[in-house]
């Protein structure tokens, strides 16, 4: 069945992007990243010590942090006192996106902090905090490269988000709430900017789907993902390349 999209969008279409970097006073690096209706506030701090695992290693660490805020959805959701399973899952996911690209060891014995807010929900909040979080983190990483504390080069690559799904039939880039609440396919993917997958997370409901499918749905999101890098390059212009140590 042929379904039309909000805002007309196209199947491999990806709603509009918004990135704000420096958008906090005082984190280290931060992000508002709006995608559609979806905005992700995306925080770095960092610590001058390592989990107790890392001690002595000369390896640093980074770890995220993900919560719904109150009033981010149409029904209020409780403040994360206790995280839920769900904000678990994600926030790991965040951060093994994260330090897929990052160069530990050249970080030294320090931990870096990502905390990634949704003031709005409506679908692909997780793959929003995924993109946002790396376009902070890359501007935390740059003032402490400036300040003489890192070594370089400290990023293999770059780093985006995106879901993609089936939806009655119809294989769509960057679900809202309501095509992912519909979906029988929904997968969220995290590739580097060469195009390697850093994470995929895919599940059915219902009916299981094909290799076919599957590798359809992969090639989608790689056109989505490459769409989302060349925003990122012009967001963070030469700070990148820096860190990258091109």
Known sequence: MEMKRKGNRSKTGIREIRMTKGFLKYALGSC????GDTRVLCAVSQEERVPFFLRDTESGWLTAEYALLPAS???RSQRNSNLTGR???IQRMIGRSLRGVLDLKKIGERTIYVDCDVLQADGG????????AFVALVEGLSKLK????LRLPLLRDYLA?????IVYGNRFVDLDYQED???SVDLNVVMTGNGEFVEIQGTAEGVPFSRKELDSLLEIAGEGIREIIEMEKGVLRDEIQFLLGN
């Open 125 to 132: 909040t997780r793959t929003a905090a995924v993109t946002g």
């Open 87 to 89: 904000s678990q899952e």
């Open 73 to 75: 959805t149409s029904e």
């Open 146 to 149: 400036k300040a003489g504390m």
């Open 181 to 183: 609440s519909s979906a």
């Open 161 to 165: 988000a995106v879901s993609v799904g």
């Open 32 to 35: 508002l990243i709006e995608i």
